[in-house]
DNA sequence: GAGTGGTCTAGACCACGCA
DNA sequence: GCGTGGTCTAGACCACTCT
């Protein structure tokens, strides 16, 4: 007998469907779904199942489930989350928190290395978001950040983002951010870095690329954060 | 009735029993493990739940799950597995190795600090191993790396250990090396940093802490490496 | 075809949170 | 005391690998 192809486990199934649910809004975060009872019911699969794909969405953090209570939608957000292990502070160790400074939104054409990194099905045309952010009251931080303009239609009308990009994700756009991959390097920096933060031509930099991804593991954002480390301690658990 | 304590599920005592077995020797890295139904026989417990426990003990890269043939204790070290993420590259890409340099070992007491990280049974001399790596060539990379002295007798006699530390500590002192924990920051050189590597004192460098756990999530490593990235790209996937 | 891990089921009982 | 997730069982059948 030839090999079965396009063999496709049951509750691999369950997860596409629950995931699907979710990043349409029929659950929405912080919501309860219905038990695992109910929900074997409403499938007509075995309650041990629905158990298999919901623990997966756990382990990938959609999912929160509370034992004698429920399972529900999770809220966490990666920035939220990794606030925990990244984070500035002096030589002594003293914690600094940045501010926010200069901000820009443009569309513009994606260059073909933007293209690559993110899912942006097709479409060419990308936001770009420019900042600086401040360590006390010094231009210390520049971010870039990349996504594709087709899911993210009127975002340079959404004003000051801020810290809360993800969050405006989530909410004006359902996306739903559940992990990002990080790569940190050391660089020196360009003409149009030192502008930016006030440092020499060659100075050294942190660089760190982030992609980040949503529910159904599209890229939809590719940003470039590079950070003047003089003076500043950058920290980041891996 | 009053709330069970130390309750310990069947699978956790599973789980608790194969890693000891494997740490005791009684499995060997690249060995077979008996079937699930021969496992789940012996332990007189159901295959399911045999089942349960080796699927957490490949999830952490104790076992390799190979459908059809077998489960096999894992001989992969993460020294070899984070050759994918970690690296060293010129500005324009070019990957760079970096070669061996001076290498010296000595026995003392930990500081307060390092018995802090290490989990060392209440003793508290360690060893300290120092060496700088090369980048073609020129010194640019210093590790400072620490162990317990119990676990590790004997091992100023072993000689030059180059890279295969992991792969050391598994086949002398049948220490298994599971998983490690990062901490990037940039700092500045000090002033027996700047000797070591000829730059300026003051000069910025990457400090990585790495913290080095065995199969029983025992801390048996706490490792310093600081690179002068001038010239060179470090980077790291997390 | 024999042996392994992988999937799926149906049902029992336990631990937890809450009203 | 009820509903939820968590554990455990026994057994059936499927997919993969090797002989």
Chains 1, 2 share one sequence.
Do not use: W
């Not at 192809?5 to 975060?29: A, C, H, N, W």
């Not at 939809?220 to 980041?236: C, D, L, M, P, S």
């Amino acid at each position: 007998m030839s090999t079965t192809l396009g063999f496709r486990p049951l509750y691999q199934q369950v997860y596409d469907l629950m995931v699907t649910k979710i990043s349409d809004g029929e659950y929405r975060p912080g919501e309860m779904l219905p038990s695992e009872q109910q929900l074997a019911g409403q499938l007509k699969v075995s309650q041990g199942t629905v158990r298999k794909a919901l623990d997966t969405m756990t382990s990938e953090n959609i999912l929160e489930r509370r034992q004698g209570k429920g399972t529900f939608v999770s809220e966490q957000t990666p920035e939220r989350s990794t606030l925990r292990f990244f984070g500035f502070s002096r030589p002594d160790g003293t914690p600094l928190t940045p501010q926010n400074g200069e901000e820009s939104i443009r569309k513009r054409k994606g260059t073909a290395k933007e293209l690559r990194q993110l899912d942006t099905d097709g479409s060419e045309d990308v936001y770009e978001i420019s900042r600086t952010r401040l360590i006390e009251n010094k231009p210390a931080i520049i971010d870039k950040i990349v996504v594709s303009a087709k899911p993210f239609q009127g975002l340079q009308e959404q004003g000051k983002i801020g810290t809360a990009l993800y969050t405006l994700f989530q909410e004006k756009y359902g996306i739903h951010v559940i992990s990002t991959n990080d790569e940190i390097s050391a660089i020196v920096a360009s003409k149009a870095d030192a502008k930016k933060i006030s440092v020499e031509v060659g100075a050294p930099l942190l660089m760190i690329q982030r992609s980040t991804f949503d529910i159904h593991k599209k890229c939809v954002e590719f940003r470039i954060t590079k950070v003047n480390t003089q003076g500043i301690i950058y920290t980041a658990r891996i």
